[in-house]
């Protein structure tokens, strides 16, 4: 893990952010996009040398008080805050310093999460473990993917579809961002001592070749919360998606939701499930 992992993410961040979404005024004489130093050392109670230092990988130890107060400051949500604070234990060495062995990744799914996977029908909602195995879905999921290929195989793995099936990169538009967001948490996961995760990436370093190997060495950018994801159906045509991830740490599982973005989605979600129209709302927010 490269010290500038966290300084990486970090200028990103603050490039990311506008001077409007922060309660700053908007002018028009910027050399560089986003925030300035000064302004998020200002919203983060920090001085702009410590900033520097942080976004020149030359401090590797921010305290848990600066990292929320620059959360705070970039007005960041739930995961990208756990993001922010796996990579600082990370180039901090933190997460080093105790390495554990990892118990194989999850595959039995709780009784509780397959009535609650029942109760997200019509919704497109996939349940994984933290190699992105899916383990479980519902009917919704199934007739929105299953078309692309996704769920091919006796044990379908969304990164090893991603970069290995052709078909990925028509069923994702946007394929550079879902596959960075692959990428990154299996970077993570190998980082944090899990020989599982190194076994995938082995594999893929194998079989799919420099399109994973590139971006499996490019720092981590930031991720929106929720995500917007955009799928295009060989029927449906193209679907635009709100995506909510919640982590279940107990079991080392992710539950993925797909909820429409928009009425058109809706309506073409609607029609892929074979539910009346209705079903399923789009999410504007």
Not at 174 to 201: C, F, I, K, Y
Not at 213 to 234: F, M
Request: aromatic letters at 4%.
């Amino acid at each position: 893990m490269s010290a500038n992992e966290l300084a990486a993410y970090l200028r990103g961040l603050r490039e990311a952010v506008r001077p409007g979404d922060v309660g700053l005024p908007e002018t028009s004489r910027r050399r560089t996009p986003g925030l300035r130093r000064a302004e998020v050392a200002t919203l983060a109670g920090i001085s702009v040398e410590y900033l520097t230092r942080l976004e020149q990988g030359r401090d590797r130890n921010p305290s848990a008080q600066v990292l929320g107060a620059l959360a705070d400051a970039f007005g960041l949500g739930f995961e990208q805050r756990l993001h922010l604070r796996q990579l600082a234990k990370l180039v901090s060495g933190d997460a080093l310093l105790c390495p554990s062995v990892l118990p194989s990744p999850a595959r039995a799914v709780r009784p509780t999460l397959r009535a609650l996977l029942d109760r997200l029908e019509p919704a497109p909602a996939v349940l994984l473990n933290r190699l992105s195995d899916v383990l479980a879905h519902t009917a919704g999921y199934a007739r929105t993917v299953e078309a692309l290929g996704v769920l091919d195989g006796d044990r379908p793995n969304l990164a090893r579809y991603v970069f290995t099936d052709p078909r990925a990169r028509a069923a994702f538009p946007e394929w550079d961002t879902v596959a960075a967001g692959q990428a990154t948490a299996l970077r993570l996961a190998t980082a944090m001592g899990d020989a599982h995760a190194d076994d995938l990436v082995e594999e893929l370093t194998i079989t799919a070749g420099a399109a994973f190997t590139g971006l499996l060495s490019t720092p981590s950018a930031p991720v929106a919360s929720p995500q917007r994801e955009l799928l295009v159906h060989p029927v449906a045509g193209e679907l635009r998606l709100v995506t909510e991830s919640l982590d279940l740490a107990d079991a080392d599982q992710r539950l993925v939701v797909h909820l429409p973005a928009d009425e058109a989605t809706a309506t073409a979600l609607d029609h892929l499930t074979g539910r009346h129209p209705g079903a399923l709302h789009a999410i504007t927010a």
